[in-house]
């Protein structure tokens, strides 16, 4: 199973506490499960209204399980921005 780093940012980063961490997960929806899992209340919230990039390329509208993850990856958590 691919070793990812799934990254957070503004929201993200302060509902996890952490700036990135590692997980083990072969799809995107692999890996939200587990930070799903690993992190509860005001995380799970914060995704919900996230969008995402893997390996710098956003996810958009593709299913989650249809994204496959590489060894060493990253995954980058962008809640919305406000501002312009």
Do not use: I
């Not at 799934?6 to 995107?28: H, I």
């Not at 919900?48 to 509208?61: A, I, N, Y």
């Not at 593709?62 to 809640?79: D, F, I, N, Q």
């Amino acid at each position: 199973m691919p070793k990812v780093t799934v990254r957070y940012w503004a929201a993200a980063k302060a509902a996890a506490g952490v700036a990135e961490e590692p997980y083990d997960a072969e799809t995107l929806a692999d890996a939200l499960a587990a930070v799903r899992a690993r992190h509860h209340g005001e995380l799970t919230r914060v995704l919900q209204r996230c969008s995402f990039l893997v390996d710098g390329d956003p996810v958009g509208t593709r299913a989650h399980e249809t994204v496959r993850l590489a060894e060493g990856g990253t995954v980058e958590v962008l809640p919305p921005f406000a501002g312009g």
